[in-house]
């Protein structure tokens, strides 16, 4: 068999599903070398970006090293940044090389959408990247610090007011941490939390639309509760440095805007000619194979496929990880001379997180709401890292989730971490060590002997 090169761009959920499944079937077979380019030199685990954003985690938490990841497999790894596939050369363009490819994987993922609504690139921040999550952290740090020391009541009012514009999980999971982080950048600023004011803005009429009505009623409940504002039916049409206006000629004076309203295509891929559906998501068949370009697959947030008519797979992990899935098992199919697979979504629900200790899901039909679902989503994270083959990360994330949260940020609230209160544990303690003291007493000095106190025999 002649020589065959892979090569899969973007270390997303489907890039390093892809990647991985095809490590496995090619493990021992040296005429396939499989590359997998990507900008980091890490897989983030995009699903908990806000948590980095409101400083619940530090980026490590979410960062997983590609290295480790294909530790002892035949994947090469290169990190750098795709500029230019020239399809007829067969050939992969970075900043800094070229790589020949027969089999191409594109799974650069998705970015957001302003909609060319004035003023969002300007002055709206996104969060879409760890790059993004970090700047959307320092801004919020940096203006409640400078607004503690602002004595114009507008401005200071202006400089304390955050509004997350759309009410997908991207928006309502950042707002669910805001709410949670707000009685710390009070404290740490030394400001009433009341004075900070988060709003919700959504163009349409009700909250969390991919959830069913149950779970968003709840979780609107559960927000109003906590003060969030929420605008319904309020599109933004305009953004201005230090305010946002609305249809209806409603203005919030603001100096952070967190744009969520929606994502599109990765742009980067504009140039490699290729066919775009909605959204500038790129069209392929129930192979993931593009149709214009023989092996060329497109997977993950960026291809387009409809699975029933008017329906294309939606922009979720589980669509990711299979459709990754899909391309790499054509492509070992194309490269065995077998038949190629269609792709079949198997999707399981969608879970919500609103801060460390409240969230609604919908899993299989089964409805949860409360601590329970925060708890079921902590356990499918771990099973994505068990599923990616990491039990070093399955071990961190526990300790970074459990034990190394700050301000009862945590599904156990503070019994479990290390900064938290840990008196409760002190009765078990003296138990424990009173209890081994009185073990290792009897063994070397008799039982007898240590119950009369009578040691001089010994
Ligand atoms: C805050 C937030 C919360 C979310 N919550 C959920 C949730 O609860 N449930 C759910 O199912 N989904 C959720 N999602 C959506 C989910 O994260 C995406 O559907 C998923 O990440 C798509 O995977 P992907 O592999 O297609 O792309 P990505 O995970 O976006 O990966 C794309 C990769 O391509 C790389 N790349 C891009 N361009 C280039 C280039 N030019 N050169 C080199 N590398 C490049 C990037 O660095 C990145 O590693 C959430 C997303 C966000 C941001």
């Known amino acids: 068999m002649a020589n065959k090169n892979i090569v899969i761009i973007g270390a997303g959920y489907a890039g390093v599903n892809a990647a991985k499944k095809l490590a ?199 927000l109003n509760k906590k003060g969030v504002k929420i605008l319904k039916d309020s599109p933004i049409v305009e953004v201005r440095e230090n305010e946002v206006v609305i249809m209806n000629k409603q203005t919030i004076p603001t100096y952070t805007l967190a744009w969520t309203a929606g994502i599109q295509g990765n742009t980067d891929v504009e140039e490699y000619g290729m066919e775009e559906a909605h959204a500038r998501r790129l069209k392929v068949n129930q192979y993931m194979e593009s149709e214009q370009y023989e092996g060329v697959y497109v997977v993950g947030d960026l291809a387009y496929f409809e699975e029933q008519p008017g329906e294309p797979t939606p922009q979720i992990v589980e669509a990711a990880e299979q459709t990754g899935a899909t391309a790499a098992k054509n492509i070992i199919a194309e490269i065995k001379n077998e038949e190629k697979t269609a792709y079949e979504g198997k999707y399981h629900g969608i879970m919500v997180s609103i801060g460390a200790r409240y969230g609604v899901a919908n899993l299989m039909g089964i409805h949860l709401s409360g601590w329970f679902a925060i708890f079921v989503k902590h356990l499918v994270n771990l099973f994505y890292l068990f599923t990616i083959r990491s039990g070093y990360y399955m071990v961190k994330y526990v300790q970074h989730e459990f034990f190394q949260t700050r301000d009862k940020r945590n599904v156990f609230r503070d019994l479990l971490t290390r900064y938290g209160n840990v008196l409760w544990s002190l009765p078990l303690r003296i138990f424990v060590g ?16 240590l119950a009369k106190g009578n040691l001089k025999y010994w």
């Open 24 to 222: 496995k079937k090619f493990k021992k077979d040296d005429s396939v070398s499989i590359t997998l380019i990507d900008r980091h030199s890490y897989h983030t685990m995009m699903t908990e970006l806000h948590e980095v954003a409101t400083h619940r985690v530090e980026p490590d938490a979410i960062q997983f090293d590609l290295r480790r990841l294909f530790n002892r497999t035949k994947v090469n790894l290169v990190t750098d940044n795709v500029t230019h596939v020239d399809h007829n050369s067969k050939t992969v363009q970075t900043e800094n090389g070229e790589y020949q490819y027969d089999y191409l994987i594109l799974g650069m993922g998705a970015e957001p959408n302003d909609f060319k609504i004035p003023g969002v690139k300007e002055h709206a921040f996104t969060l879409w990247s760890m790059e993004d999550a970090l700047k959307l952290r320092k801004q919020i740090e940096d203006i409640v610090a400078k607004a503690a020391i602002e004595h114009d009541p507008e401005k200071r009012r202006a400089m304390l007011t955050f509004v997350v514009c759309g009410s997908g999980f991207t928006g309502i999971e950042l707002v669910g941490e805001l709410v949670e982080w707000k009685e710390r950048l009070a404290k740490n600023n030394k400001i009433d939390p009341d004075e900070i004011t988060l709003y919700v803005v959504e163009a349409a009429t009700t909250i969390l639309n991919m959830l069913e009505e149950r779970e968003a009623k709840k979780a609107e409940a559960y």
């Open 434 to 449: 009173g209890f081994w003291l009185v073990e290792g007493g009897s063994k070397l000095w008799g039982s007898r002997n």
